[in-house]
């Protein structure tokens, strides 16, 4: 529901894998959880190291290492410490981030957690973490050391893993996307509805391509963390409830916004069971959800718009696409009309070739005049405007889409180009 991603780096698929660098000369096959904290204001911003932890295996991708998926907020670089070379590179959005476009953070400096996956490293490395503006220039920037037989390394995931179950498995975690599905405001008593919730989730993604026809490329597994209270907090009722990940509604005062600023938590469930994109399923039947690029989806599990909200949400954190509707005549603060975003499904025209130009037909008028004829609402590719919550000054790939409304059957042409692009990004 909330902001995320950009276009893959131009000429991805035609990379190849003569210039491949193989996993197994940098890496173990396990995990390297980095959590930070960030913190600061509108007008500084700093990056501090909490934890290292290591996961007893590696779910991530096995190729393109050393490549973005995507632009994002932020990005990670990990080299290795004897050569200088590059060995992993992945990007990110976070909650933080956000909260900087908002008003509290010109008054108020504040602290949210960030935990990231990246492969265990054989020898020392060196591990960079920055984070970029709404112009897309760095804003804070952490250099760290990891050697990987540091003492101090947490291990997790060893024993008493939380229970789960796979709804779907396509193949080995090393040509697969795992994605996690977890329980958040399920209590002991709800744990057979958790998992029919979470098949439904399952079905509903699986129900849109480019997600149909590469099923196959994703596993997914249902994570039940159970939790003390059923239901989730929601602040404007006065109501505050004891869960697993401590999510709440009135994210930054708004209504329908539902995150979670307890990222360790997450991850401190799911240690052990392979996963790399994660869905968080809410108890609740009060209409909500949140999605931020490379962290998680969070969506209300019984309200009437749960499925097509779920598959909304992911395609935030899964694929990094910006929301395209609109309300606000002012810019947003995170998207200024100087510079091209870097999510894939919506332009300001700065940089519209490296959009979705090539898929516009020859003589079509920019703007673009909304779609009438419902076969082309979801299909007809042109340059609308409004998009990324401002009615003017951006514009979106199509009438109506999946990252607009719930109502859009589909992704767009554009939407569904980019999630397969990311797909094979992944798995190829």
Known sequence: MKKTVWILTLGLSLCGHAFAQNFDDYFVDKTL?????????????????????????????????????????????????????????TSFSSLFQEWLGEKEAKVLTRGFENTFLVPYPKQPAEITVTLKDAYQKPSATL????????ILIHQRGMSNLTPHRYLWKGGSSEKCIDVAIMAEG????????????????????????????????????????????????IPRNNEWKTTAVSSHFDTFYSDRYLTTRSVKAIHNWLAGIPYEHIIILANTDTYGGGGIYNSYTLTTAHHSMFRPVVV???GHSFGGLADEY????????????????????ITTLVHFEDKWKDMVKPG?????????????????????????????????PTTECRMKINEAPVFCPVCQRSLERLIRFYTE
């Open 312 to 314: 909304h949400e992911f």
């Open 364 to 396: 079509t008028p920019i703007p673009t005049k909304p779609q009438t004829d419902e076969k082309l609402l979801y299909t007809k590719v042109g340059v609308y405007e409004g998009g990324g919550y401002t009615k003017k000054g951006i514009y979106r």
């Open 186 to 233: 399920y209590s002991a008593k709800d744990e057979a509805l958790f998992y029919k919730d979470a098949e439904i989730a399952c079905e509903s993604l699986f129900d849109h391509e480019p997600f149909k026809k590469l099923k196959d490329r994703f596993n997914i597994v249902a994570v039940f963390s159970e939790s003390k209270d059923s239901g989730v907090s």
């Open 33 to 89: 959880r980095l959590d930070y904290i960030f913190t600061g204001n509108a007008d500084k911003q700093d990056i501090c190291l909490d934890e290292l932890s290591s996961l007893p295996q590696w779910a991530g991708r096995h190729t393109h290492l050393s490549e973005l998926p995507l632009a994002g907020n932020g990005e990670i670089t990990m080299k290795d410490k004897a050569t200088g070379k590059v060995i992993y590179r």
């Open 326 to 345: 609109a309300y606000d005549e002012a810019p947003s603060p995170l998207y200024p009309y100087s510079v091209e975003p870097w999510e894939p499904n």
């Open 143 to 150: 250099t760290h050391e990891v050697n990987p037989k540091d």
